[in-house]
């Protein structure tokens, strides 16, 4: 009797049941359509990922969290963790699902524009940038640190319900559509910025190690989650009502950020290595922020290894833009960057959730952040070699795959080093405005080399794949900063230990 309790318990949990009969239904769906002579490639279309297909992929990730064997060793995780984990990862799908959404509004207006509004707008946006991240210093200063992080989803999920509003009294929108693009642009890094300082903040630095990939697969399934919620009520709807509808998600996440503080408490007890000042204010100047980036190495070389990840994705996001124009047809391009899009999203949940803790763990930090780097630059070396669409569409997929998968994770494990008024004021610097002075930097550079001198496509190559080289360098230098400093906390954590044990 006392050795079949367990086993029954396990087949009585409600959960694991639902996750099972979901998986089982997909199973049997995709069954019925082959047997009535649907193609393959229709049934498992992976360019046309489906509301169904992500909750299959929800139930056997449930089929692994209430499994404790297959969690430790698939994701890592260990029993005290999962709640606040699985409860990290729905906070960034929400995130992610309401800026989808309301990113898919953005892209809709754009190309009403001409390249020379777009360039003045991007500068605009670097200024905002600025100014917003000035602001949320003062914040960081003035409001409570438990209330902190819940005032800025509010802020911006209010902010959003006013465009709803202006979109149906307004009559000219041309104004009031370019704020709103500009807006959306900021939010998409600032909301992710907050998120990781808040992350930084709940976990340690060896659980971060660990567990920071497996939440970043949140941001994948949101990332995909958003555009299909689009795409099946928006023509019902219209545009504007997606407004009101990403603000409401966004207002969703609130009660998680509250029970998530209370869980580093009661689950995770990391009280004890990171002082609990969820009644405290942070303090401090509102332009903390920007001195101690521009004051401290190890953010500026953090910042270094942020711009040069922008010169990739600008140098990509150019020269792909050429190629792709190449086809007359807009609709033909949309298929060919919505397959790009579903096989990231792919890639990167697999890597988030089975590959990255592992590669962090086993190799270190300076060759995992070097990782990425290092196939980039090989990359474009083939690019250089055989300029064609299909290389540079699996060049841009390896990058994209490789940064949210792993680089992106490693990269928010960095500021686990650091103190908290540094995390809360200076990370927004780094993510927000330097990733956005990396856009103006390196649009102006790549436009003046290939329009202005007239560089060769293979050239053009050839100073991608040396940029990625010296990112790769950056990388390595950067893990190697990251375990010094990390080595020196646990020296302090030690000694003040041994100290209090002395005392005691």
Not at 113 to 139: D, H, K, M, R
Not at 190 to 199: E, R
Not at 250 to 259: E, G, M
Request: neutral net charge.
């Amino acid at each position: 009797m006392t050795s079949s309790g367990p086993s029954n318990n396990r087949l009585a949990d409600p959960i694991k049941l639902l996750c099972w009969a979901g998986a089982g239904a997909y199973i049997v769906w995709k069954i019925v359509r082959l047997s009535t002579g649907a193609a393959l490639f229709e049934v498992f279309d992976f360019s046309n990922p489906s509301l169904a297909g992500l909750a299959f992929g929800g139930c056997i990730l449930g089929l692994i969290l209430r499994s404790p064997k297959i969690r430790h060793s698939a994701t890592l995780i260990e029993t005290h963790e999962t709640r606040t984990v699985v409860l990290s990862f729905l906070f960034v799908f929400i995130l992610m699902a309401a800026y989808y959404t309301l990113r898919e509004v953005r892209d809709g207006i754009a190309p009403e524009w001409s390249p020379f509004e777009l360039a003045n707008l991007w500068t605009i946006q670097f200024v905002v940038s600025t100014i917003v991240v000035a602001l949320y210093g003062l914040a960081c200063s003035r409001i409570r640190f438990r209330f902190l992080v819940p005032a800025v989803y509010i802020f911006f999920a209010c902010t959003f319900g006013a465009f709803f509003l202006g979109a149906n009294i307004v009559t000219d929108r041309i104004l009031l559509d370019k704020i709103f693009y500009i807006w959306v642009t900021l939010f998409g890094l600032f909301h992710l910025s907050v998120f990781w300082s808040f992350m930084a903040d709940l976990f340690t630095q060896e659980q971060s190690k660990r567990l920071f990939a497996f939440i970043a697969a949140g941001a994948s399934a949101g990332a995909a989650a958003g555009p299909l919620m689009v795409a099946i009520v928006a023509r019902d709807i219209g545009t504007d009502n997606l407004m009101l509808i990403a603000s409401l998600v966004l207002l969703t996440a609130i009660p998680l950020i509250f029970y998530l503080q209370r869980l580093k408490i009661i689950d995770l007890h990391n009280e004890s290595v990171q002082a609990d000042l969820s009644g405290a204010i942070i303090g401090g100047r509102w332009w903390a922020g920007f001195r101690d980036f521009f004051t401290n190495p190890y953010l500026l070389t953090i910042a270094a290894f942020i711009l040069l990840y922008t010169s990739m994705s600008t140098w990509i996001y150019f020269e792909l833009n050429e190629m792709l124009g190449e086809f007359e047809e807009r609709a033909d391009r949309t298929t060919i960057l919505a397959t790009r899009d579903a096989i990231v999203n792919i890639l990167t949940f697999g890597l988030g959730l089975f590959i990255t803790g592992r590669l962090v763990t086993r190799m270190g930090m300076p060759s995992t952040l070097a990782l990425i780097p290092i196939v980039a630059c090989f990359g474009f070396l083939v690019v250089a070699s055989a300029p064609i669409l299909i290389v540079m569409l699996t060049v841009d997929i390896v990058r994209r795959a490789g940064n949210y998968g792993v680089t992106r994770p490693c990269r928010e494990m960095l500021f686990t080093t650091i103190d908290r008024e540094s995390r809360f004021k200076a990370k927004p610097v780094v993510d927000v405005v330097v990733y956005r002075g990396g856009d103006a930097l390196w649009g102006n550079a790549f436009a003046f080399l290939s329009e202005g001198l007239g560089v060769a496509f293979s050239w053009m190559a050839i100073v991608g794949a040396g940029l990625a080289a010296i990112w790769a360098a950056s990388g390595a230098y950067l893990g190697r900063a990251f375990n010094r400093r990390e080595q020196e906390t646990s020296s302090e954590t030690t000694t003040a230990a041994d100290q209090r044990e002395t005392a005691t």
